[in-house]
């Protein structure tokens, strides 16, 4: 492969293919969205993360990207079968509050995580309330085409009736003839689908539930599959360049999608399939049951037992891009803290072109060093070889300040903006945590003084007094009164 070519990994094919946009120069992204009932977790922000250099990438080779990435903010049930209760209003259920409420304040918690990790906005933000008719709409249409049935209000997705033209399983490698062997009894959800399979695509509302909308089948709510298929082809058409995720979401959710648009329109609806890796804790899997599952705050703070430490926003971002989107990464304080010692010693190599005195001759080529970044983040994203590219380069940039190695003037600044351009624009990193936006500390603060808030609500004073003792070492110093908390740095 050449550097000029851009390979992706696609998970529909199993290989890297060169990138050809349907529509060049004009590129569709879409990306799995949060369910907004609790606090993004750290596999999220790894998610989003990847697809944030995606985007900078794709947008730095000069290509006009729209990026999609929605909100999930009905139709997710608990434990992702068809008979649950909805994630969201469970946890409204439980603050005692709106469930609208829960979906705007996890919306803006998230969208401050977003902000401290410096991940770009998304051009476009669909949340899937506001997408009910096209919902709707699609059922119509998979239901006319015979892939679908209803049965007591509810509407499923038939798997057999469509396996028998399409290949259900592409994506995943899931074998339906393996599904097949499944009897009646091993129905989930009871007598109502044919093929244990299949799946809700509109779910009967039961009377306790508080978000449900009229259908030509009843009062209901949309299946959590289905938002992404009617989002996703609305705002990006009928066929579009790349869909992405977490591994987790590749079965059911990525196999229904694609079942769900074939169904209705006839088109496989994504070109190039992308799933990020999991995340784990010295080896083990990260999870809640564990107790080695971290918040982005608790990584921020340091508040968790398994950190020596907290760490900052772009030491954590930097950690991740040091493995590859497809990589398994592995938490562990020993690999923060190089992070943050690599981090440090990067961003003080660029404050050096500030004190580099141009020469009239040029010692090695520039264009090489180049080349290789450029080489590296075509092959499918490779951001940890194009960071050991950019170490590698630093020791000339140590050797240019010592005047042991020259570069005329033009070549000094191509270098510069090289290092610039790769550090700041594409892998996303700040020189200063505040560059991106001034309000991103008051912003932290707000999250770190509500977490304290309630640590006092429930008594856990040791929590408390760790937060504030933390914060004091860092030059932030709480003051408590009536009126609430304030906060100032010390000078």
């Not at 998610?47 to 990207?65: A, C, E, P, Q, S």
């Not at 079965?251 to 999608?257: D, K, L, V």
């Not at 499918?380 to 020791?395: E, M, Q, R, S, V």
């Not at 005047?403 to 624009?425: A, C, G, P, R, W």
Request: charged share 25%; net charge negative.
């Amino acid at each position: 492969m050449s550097s000029g070519q851009l390979s992706i990994y696609n998970s529909l094919s199993g290989k890297k293919e060169i990138f050809e946009p349907i529509n060049a120069p004009f590129v569709g992204l879409y990306v799995c969205g949060p369910t907004v009932y609790n606090e993004a977790h750290l596999g999220n922000i790894r998610t989003f993360l990847t697809f944030d250099i995606v985007y900078r990438y794709l947008t730095h080779l000069g290509y006009k990207v729209r990026y999609v990435r929605n909100i999930t903010d009905v139709g997710h049930l608990v434990d992702d079968v068809d008979f649950g209760e909805d994630k969201i209003e469970k946890r409204a259920r439980l603050e005692k509050i709106e469930p609208m409420e829960i979906v705007q304040k996890y919306t803006n918690s998230f969208h401050h995580t977003t902000q401290l990790f410096n991940l770009l906005n998304p051009n476009i933000e669909p949340a899937a309330t506001g997408h009910i008719i096209e919902q709707i709409e699609m059922i119509q249409k998979i239901l006319n085409n015979g892939y679908a049935y209803e049965v007591n209000g509810s509407v499923y997705f038939d798997v057999k009736k469509y396996a028998e033209k399409y290949n259900y399983g592409e994506l995943s490698g899931r074998r339906l003839d393996e599904l097949l062997e499944q009897t009646r009894e091993n129905l989930e959800g009871g007598e109502e689908k044919r093929f244990f399979a299949d799946f809700a695509i509109w779910k009967k509302a039961s009377p306790e539930t508080i978000m449900k909308w009229n259908s030509p089948w009843g009062i209901g709510v949309p299946g959590w599959h289905l938002e992404c298929s009617a989002m996703s082809t609305k705002y990006l058409g009928q066929k579009f360049d790349i869909h992405g995720g977490g591994m987790d979401l590749k079965f059911p959710h990525h196999e229904c999608e694609i079942a769900q648009s074939v169904g209705s329109e006839g088109i496989s609806p994504v070109k190039y399939w992308m799933h990020g890796n999991m995340l784990t804790v010295n080896g083990s899997k990260m999870s809640k049951s564990l107790g080695n599952s971290f918040l982005p705050m608790e990584l921020i703070t340091g508040n968790h037992p398994l950190l020596d430490k907290g760490y900052s926003p772009m030491t954590v971002r930097f950690f991740f891009l040091q493995a590859q989107y497809r990589s398994t990464v592995d938490f562990s304080n020993e690999a923060l803290q190089a992070s943050e010692k690599g981090l440090k010693r990067l961003l003080s190599s660029i404050k050096l072109f500030d004190e580099i005195k141009p020469s009239d001759k040029s010692s090695f080529i520039v264009k090489e060093i180049i080349e290789k970044c450029k080489k590296s983040m075509n092959d499918d994203f490779n951001t940890p070889i194009t960071i050991a590219h950019l170490f590698d380069g630093i020791k000339f940039i140590n050797l240019l300040k010592e005047e042991k190695e020259t570069l005329t003037s033009e070549d000094l600044s191509i270098l510069k903006n090289h290092y610039k351009t790769y550090v700041f624009d594409i892998l996303g990193l700040l020189a200063d945590e505040d560059d991106a936006n001034p309000e991103i500390l008051s912003d932290v603060m707000e999250i770190v003084i509500s977490l304290r808030k309630k640590s006092k609500e429930n008594k856990d004073y040791a929590t408390s007094d760790f937060i504030r003792d933390e914060l004091n070492k860092v030059k932030i110093t709480l003051k408590d009164t009536k009126d609430g908390t304030t906060w100032e740095v010390e000078k």
